[in-house]
């Protein structure tokens, strides 16, 4: 086990995972790692070097080479800042897209670990606690029912004055999570040695405190 605490939260679109996630990481004085925008880089990245998604060396190549910065919410590729470009719904379909290419995987691992610093890091992901960190302390499935999920990115798209129909968000999200789930490369699933924290019904202040609770009960046991 290595002396980095490490917080390894797994789950579907829109349960909660970036959210829940950083505000863990601020209570405990963590860093914190969103791999998701790694795989959103890699696909923004691709297409702007007109390299096609489905192009597994291509984007393998782009991905390694990421010229990416971070700080705190902000975000910069090749000096220019996306914080906003790669949240829109299309990168999200072309980072799941990307995100089943083994290759890419690959290439994205090492940067993904180097997030790993003392005292701790809280991850989330598909593949936080399967495969970059399986050694975590704490390892969280994270989700919540289809209606509820879609209904979150409904009400982030409204409040960000974004166009939002509740019909078709539902139809992406179902279709990315099926290709998370499908693929045959780190598979969005349930770890057998990871919590389930089912946040259907839950506020964010509810599942931060349920986080805490059991990272206190692991550190204390
Ligand atoms: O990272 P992930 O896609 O899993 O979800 P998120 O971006 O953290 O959360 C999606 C939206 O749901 C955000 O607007 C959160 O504020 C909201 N949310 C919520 O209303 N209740 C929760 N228990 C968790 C998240
Ligand atoms: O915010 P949301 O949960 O919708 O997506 P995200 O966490 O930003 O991830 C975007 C896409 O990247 C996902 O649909 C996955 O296909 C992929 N991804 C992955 O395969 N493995 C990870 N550890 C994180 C994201």
């Known amino acids: 086990m290595s002396l980095v605490s490490i917080i390894a939260i797994d789950g579907p679109s829109a349960s909660g995972k970036g959210t829940v996630a950083q505000r863990v990481a601020e209570r405990l004085g963590f860093h914190y790692l ?13 297409g702007r070097r007109g390299v096609d998604w489905d192009d597994e060396t291509g984007v393998a190549s782009v991905a390694a080479a990421l010229d990416a910065v971070f700080a705190g919410e ?9 914080s906003t ?3 829109s719904e299309a990168i999200g379909v072309g980072a799941s897209r990307v995100a089943a290419l083994p290759a890419v995987r690959a290439a994205l691992l090492a940067r993904q670990r180097a997030f790993a610093q003392m005292p701790g890091l809280v991850a989330d992901g598909r593949d936080m606690g399967s495969v970059v960190f399986p050694h975590a302390g704490l390892k969280i499935f994270l989700t919540a029912s289809a209606a509820v999920r879609a209904e979150r990115r409904y009400r982030q798209l409204i409040a960000r004055g974004e166009p939002a129909d509740l ?12 290709r998370d789930r499908d693929r045959a ?4 699933q349930q770890q057998p040695d990871a919590l389930l924290l089912d946040s259907s019904g839950m506020d964010i202040d509810s599942a931060v405190a349920q986080v805490l609770d059991w990272w206190q009960a692991r550190s204390s046991a």
């Open 74 to 82: 902000r975000v910069w590729l090749d000096g220019d800042e996306v």
């Open 185 to 188: 490369v780190a598979p969005l």
């Open 34 to 46: 969103d791999s998701g925008a790694l795989y959103r880089l890699a696909a923004l990245a691709a």
């Open 167 to 178: 019909a078709a968000i539902t139809a992406e999200l179902e279709a990315r999570d099926a």
């Open 85 to 87: 470009a790669i949240r």
